[in-house]
């Protein structure tokens, strides 16, 4: 049995709630091989985003080709791109591939601002996302504001995401995971509108969890793990 393949192109977070880090303890979570790209390297806690350094476009483009010309994957996922160059050589590698090189569908989640206040894209970084990269997604995931900034994009398979009822101080990482989660989904061969509505299923789920945590001096991280932990061998 060889399971779907999902790629995630985006920066990490030392604290493991946004980025990466959520992004591949969700597609495990979920029964999806997860790789990853790395866009930027961050510094940042649960109080807030202190420093951004983005690698190199070259670096990112190299990255990008070592995965796609190996592994079958059938979902990108986009998070925080970091840098103008970055959103084109992102376009370049995966929106240009032919469908006989088995092109994968891509989900957009555009990370414009962290939640704890931090613009993470400038207007550079706006106009590709617009320009490039919005037009040949399958699937984008802005949050209102996101949406607003970008033009209010319309075209099939924009979901504009809402956050939700559930009242934590524990949601860090949430809109990676929802994104995370519909891909996922889509690489098992679901339709888009049951995707959507499985990812924020699975968010809640998540967000429950972690609803009770103490993680953390600021907005603590929403769960990455099973809500059935393997605990044998590991509580005393
Ligand atoms: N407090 C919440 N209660 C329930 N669901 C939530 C909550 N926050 C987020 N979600 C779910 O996660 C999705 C993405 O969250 P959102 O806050 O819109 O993302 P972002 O972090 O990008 O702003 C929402 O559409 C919703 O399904
Ligand atoms: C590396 C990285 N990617 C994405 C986000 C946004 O996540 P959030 O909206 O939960 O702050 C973040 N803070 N850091």
């Given at each position: ?38 866009t930027?390297v ?5 109080l ?14 190299a ?5 796609l ?6 979902v ?43 613009e ?6 706006r ?46 990482g949430?809109?990676?995971t929802?994104?995370s989660a ?10 888009i509108?049951t995707a ?5 299923a ?6 429950n ?6 993680l953390?001096?600021g ?15 590991v509580?005393?």
């Amino acid at each position: 049995m060889t399971p779907p393949v999902v790629l995630a192109i985006a920066a990490t977070d030392p604290g493991g709630g946004a980025g990466l880090a959520a992004d591949l303890a969700t597609f495990a979570a979920l029964g999806v091989h997860g790789a990853c790209v790395v866009t930027a390297v961050t510094v940042q806690d649960t109080l807030g985003v202190h420093a951004v350094h983005p690698l190199p476009a070259e670096l990112v483009a190299a990255q990008i080709a070592a995965v796609l010309d190996d592994l079958p994957v059938a979902v990108v996922k986009t998070g925080m791109l970091a840098s103008a160059e970055i959103v084109e050589v992102v376009v370049a590698s995966v929106a240009s591939r032919s469908l006989s090189q088995g092109r994968p569908r891509l989900v957009v989640d555009p990370v414009l601002r962290a939640s704890t206040g931090t613009e993470l894209a400038d207007e550079e970084v706006r106009r590709a996302y617009r320009d490039l990269l919005i037009p040949v997604a399958t699937v984008v995931t802005p949050n209102e504001d996101e949406f607003a900034a970008l033009g209010r994009p319309d075209q099939p398979g924009v979901v504009v995401t809402r956050g939700g009822d559930i009242e934590t101080t524990n949601d860090h990482g949430t809109g990676c995971t929802y994104a995370s989660a519909l891909a996922a989904y889509l690489a098992h061969g679901t339709d888009i509108p049951t995707a959507a509505a499985r990812a924020a299923a699975y968010v809640t789920r998540q967000l429950n969890l972690s609803r009770p945590w103490d993680l953390g001096r600021g907005r603590g991280p929403v769960a990455h793990i099973s809500t059935s932990p393997i605990t044998e061998g590991v509580t005393p």
